[in-house]
Structures are given as structure tokens and as C-alpha cells.
């Protein structure tokens, strides 16, 4: 965890969220038949993994292949949406200099960010439009998101991996950034007729663990099915 506001570069990845899930389990198969190969002689106790690692991500595979389907409803379930500044009466918070209070700082930011969350349904529903929403899922907690958060990914190692829903956004329209114990992305959006404009603001930060390595961070911005 650095010390100060870092700006993440948004990537285009032209797969899908389904297209990079496959090419992860793909890869970590080829990593464990080439290990399975070559290790003759088993690992001791330098290697860099725990005891028991390698047999552990075979029957996490395994089960993956099994449980494909609900896998990825549950990434798009866990997906954090963008809240309209506007709408949702967020401000960016302040950050206080004492590690302490700025972990509290953040957790409360989130709290106010699910319960807008939480009225601005309430108010769609009082309009008899349940029936048309979208099925969103809210956390528990302001950090019930964690428990989801740590996936393996193509190296075989555990990553700190969280998913925004950014659909209709380009990636010169989103800013990521990281803070001590916070990731902020930001966007804008412009909507242009023959009469007027509007530019719009979106707002969404998270909790990041003091031990998430936040100056390794990577942002990649999926392609959006046309179905589902």
C-alpha cells in the first residue's frame, strides 16, 4: 500500500466477461500439466507456495468447470455499479491523515453510498415499477464484498480482483484511481441533442486492504454481451 493518489490507465480488453473467465481457466490448466510434467522431483519446502497449493487449485478447477454457469452470475451480481453524483447527493470524501481514521472514513463513504443505493430503489419501487427492475444484489456490509474479492488468476497466485459495471462508457471516459485504502473510479458521460447538452458524473469507491499492493494494480475494460 503506497502513500499517496495514484492514477490507474485504463485498458480496452475486447473479450467478454465469459471470454476472459474461459482464457483463465484455460491458462491455469496448461500451467498445471506443464508443472505435473516436469516435477519429477516434488517441491520443498522453498517453493513459493504453501504446502498442499497445487492440489488445492486442481479441485478449485475442477469445480469451476462444474459450476460455470453460476460463476459468472455471481461476477455480475458482485459487479459495483456507478452512482450518479447528482442524483445521489455523494460528494468525494476528505481524507484525514491518521491511517485509523482514514479506514473509517472510507467505510462510512460506502455506507452512504449502499443506503443511496437502497433509497433510490425504494423510490423506483413506491412507482409500481417493481416488476421492470433489473435484479440487484446488495452486500450485507460495506465490505461483505471481500470474501469474493481474492480469485486465482492465469499465474496460479491469489489476486485482489473487484469488477465495476461500466457499460456505455469508453475507457477515456473513466478515471481510476487508488488511495491508501481506497479505489476510486470516476466517469463522465455526454448526452448531445439538436437543442442542448448534459455531462453527467458517476462516482464509486471501495475498502482496499492495507496489504493489497495498490501501485500493481491493473484496469481493463471488458466488451458487454449483446444478450443476458
Known amino acids: 500500500m503506497t502513500g499517496k493518489e495514484r492514477q490507474i490507465v485504463v485498458h480496452r480488453d475486447n473479450r467478454t466477461l465469459e471470454q476472459q473467465h474461459r482464457d483463465r481457466i484455460s491458462s491455469l490448466e496448461r500451467r498445471q500439466a506443464t508443472r505435473n510434467s516436469t516435477d519429477i522431483v516434488p517441491r520443498t519446502g522453498g517453493d513459493l507456495f504453501p504446502r498442499g ?101 492465469e499465474d496460479g497466485k491469489l489476486h485482489f480482483i473487484v469488477r465495476f459495471d461500466l457499460q456505455g462508457f469508453r475507457p477515456e471516459d473513466i478515471r481510476v ?16 441533442t439538436d437543442n442542448s447538452s448534459e455531462e453527467r458524473q458517476y462516482y464509486r469507491m471501495i475498502y482496499l486492504p492495507d496489504k493489497v499492493e495498490d501501485d500493481r494494480f491493473k484496469c481493463h475494460l471488458s466488451n458487454c454481451p449483446t444478450h443476458g
Open 53 to 153: 497449493w497445487f492440489q488445492e487449485l486442481d479441485r478449485w478447477m475442477a469445480e469451476t468447470q462444474r459450476s460455470w454457469y453460476d460463476d459468472i452470475r455471481r461476477m455480475r451480481e458482485n459487479m459495483f455499479s456507478l452512482l450518479p453524483l447528482d442524483e445521489f447527493d455523494l460528494q468525494p470524501p476528505f481524507w484525514p491523515a491518521s491511517p485509523t481514521d482514514r479506514v473509517s472514513s472510507v467505510i462510512e463513504q460506502m455506507e452512504r453510498q449502499m443506503e443511496a443505493m437502497r433509497r433510490n430503489m425504494r423510490q423506483l419501487m413506491s412507482r409500481e415499477m417493481g416488476s421492470m427492475l433489473p435484479n440487484f444484489r446488495f452486500h450485507d456490509g460495506p465490505l461483505d464484498f471481500l470474501k469474493d474479492a481474492y480469485q486465482v488468476g
Open 177 to 192: 484511481t487508488s488511495t491508501p485504502n481506497c479505489l476510486t473510479v470516476q466517469a463522465q458521460k455526454s448526452t448531445k
